[in-house]
């Protein structure tokens, strides 16, 4: 079944982020009263930090002891270092709910290894053990949330990089020639079972690229293009100033 696709515009950042706080809970209740559990995937960079805080501090009382959280990709650094997604994560939200949600519902990168392909490889094994994957499956997850460069990058995934192509992993770790850097990510066919995927994009200077993605036909398309989860709901989130320049 094709995917479904919504986009939703808000006025502003702000009313980006309650919305996405709404959706992210209405799909946790959704998931944990039909199996006891809410499996999300999260995403890194900077966008998410608001909708981050906001769980922390409009749903700290949730039943975060049914969430269990992943990372749809991580830089290849410590979890101390600035860059770090689970850094990012861990000061926006596990910081303040940490006694609402067990260490062991947080599934963490371990990119502090100097080797990017052994922490994709032991990611990847870390998400076969958890979903009880066979052998060419693939894990369904219950949300995935993404951002989107401004180069129409998502998770990892960036143009002209070898990830894109990948076929049966769950994980790898991708070269990145910009940034001269590994980058550990979940491939397109991880993506691409979600239940759900939720983009996040804010700001004028993605406006461009929204109307590109969006709106635009690409040879070879544009990573955030290809996130069209076969069985499950594309949603994009934008404000005002991200959705600017859509025809609509
Ligand atoms: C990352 C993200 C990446 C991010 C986009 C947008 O690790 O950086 O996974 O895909 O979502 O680069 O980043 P901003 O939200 O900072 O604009």
Redesign the pocket.
């Known amino acids: 079944m094709p995917a479904t696709r919504s986009i939703e515009v808000l006025a502003t950042a702000a009313d980006l982020f309650h919305a996405a706080a709404e959706e992210f809970v209405r799909l946790a209740r959704t998931a944990i009263g039909a199996q006891g559990r809410f499996t999300v995937a999260l ?6 930090k608001a909708l981050y805080s906001l769980l922390a501090s409009n749903y700290a009382d949730f039943v975060w002891n049914r969430v269990f959280l992943f990372f ?4 290849h650094v410590p979890p101390t270092d600035a860059d770090s ?1 689970y850094r990012m994560v861990e000061e926006s939200l596990l910081g303040k709910i940490k006694p609402a949600i067990p260490a062991e519902n947080v599934f963490r990168v371990a990119a502090e290894n100097p080797d990017a392909a052994v922490a994709a490889a032991d990611y990847e094994a870390q998400l076969r053990r958890f979903f009880e994957i066979k052998p060419g499956e693939f894990p369904r997850f219950d949300l995935i949330l ?5 180069d129409g ?4 995934l960036f143009p002209d990089s070898a990830a894109l192509e990948e076929q049966s992993r769950l994980v790898v770790a991708n070269w990145v020639a910009k940034f001269n850097t590994h ?1 550990i990510t979940f491939t397109f066919p991880v993506l691409n079972r979600a239940a759900e995927v939720m983009f996040m994009v804010s ?1 004028g200077d ?1 406006g461009d690229m929204v109307h590109q993605v969006l709106e635009g036909k690409n040879t070879p398309p544009l990573p955030s293009q290809r996130v069209q989860p076969s069985d499950g709901r594309l949603l994009w989130m934008l404000d005002e100033a991200a959705a600017a320049k859509l025809a609509r």
């Open positions: 995403a890194g960079g900077s966008t998410p749809g990709d991580e830089r997604n993404l951002g989107m460069g401004p990058h998502t998770a990892s980058r700001g993605k």
